[in-house]
């Protein structure tokens, strides 16, 4: 038996389908959405307004959400979006600033300025989501900062009693190439090991959205592979994520790094026929990313009219994989009847 509280529990409920599985779309980009615009539009970043960035998120929320069991924004250009987002959806926002903290070493994340748990439920959000740039093998002078800081979150989220959702996202502390060969065989331990730490009881996170555990560019047999440089092959690949769904006793769902629809299905397939308990996805840009030069050339109306058509097959075709592949956030505690939701004593 698990025990959730009242105030958690319903922030899961809230950004899960009827059957418990979360079927989110992420809209949280900012430096990454702002530098794609501005490329396709072949001007300066800093020509792409506030205005353009809420009208982009806002025309992908309110075109998207009827399909989604939630989206994920950012307080600084996605409060707008957020209004707009159908009834079904629940609301993630994000807690940090985009990017890391550049002033130093590690990659260490960046909070944005006057927001905290509460501010961001005043703000209308269900469940709290922080990203984290960690590598197991970085310093552990820098691990243990950024443990000190997610045990801090944990906390701020627990007294809140709003649902922490924990984003890590690999790198090579030594620099090196991580859309590479190298980096590709290291990612499975990096994975892993990273979603061992997490699911520590200190940190007090209730999902972990993960990476897929291998690159499947390096994965010989699959769809999108290289045709030349290996780092496994299926059979390996099914063992890794095998080790992925034994690792951990908490609730993960899979973000798609900004790889295209096609491979992001790939992927979740791969770790469905593996027989990994995952609770559904956080997509973001797998669904949307092709329009944004739609937006950048030809405005807000010409992006829902793609969204209308592309984006709502690419939500369809990512929602019929996870239909009976992926399971609710409380199949991993045995189900529903193995929860307890515990009330808050009154303060």
Known sequence: MVT???????????VSNEKGVITAAAMDQRGSLRKSIAKAKGVDEKAVTQAMMEEFKTVVTKVLTPYAS???????FGLPASKARSKNAGLLLAYEKTGYDATMAGRVPDFLDGYSAKRLRQEGADCVK???????YDEPKVNQKKHEI?????RECEDE????????VGYDPKGGDEKGLEYAKLKPEIVIKSMEEFSKDKYKVDVLKVEIPVNV??????????????????????????????????????LSAGVTDDIFRENLEMAISAGVNFAGVLCGRATWQ??????????????????FDRGVKNIKALNAVLKDGAKPWHARYGGIDNVQVKARALR
């Open 4 to 14: 959730i509280s009242e105030g958690k529990f319903k922030s899961l409920k809230n």
């Open 70 to 76: 939630a989206i994920l924004l950012d307080p600084e």
């Open 130 to 136: 922080v990203l984290l740039y960690y590598s197991p």
């Open 150 to 154: 997610m045990e801090r979150i944990g």
């Open 161 to 168: 009693d709003i649902a922490f959702f924990l984003e890590f």
């Open 217 to 254: 560019k390096f994965l010989k047999g699959s769809k999108a592979f290289n045709g030349k440089d290996s780092a496994y092959d299926l059979e390996e690949a099914k063992r890794i994520f095998k080790r992925q769904d034994g690792c951990t006793n908490k609730p993960f769902i899979y």
């Open 290 to 307: 092709d329009g944004i030069p739609v937006y950048a050339t030809a405005g807000a109306q010409a992006l829902e009219t793609w969204l």
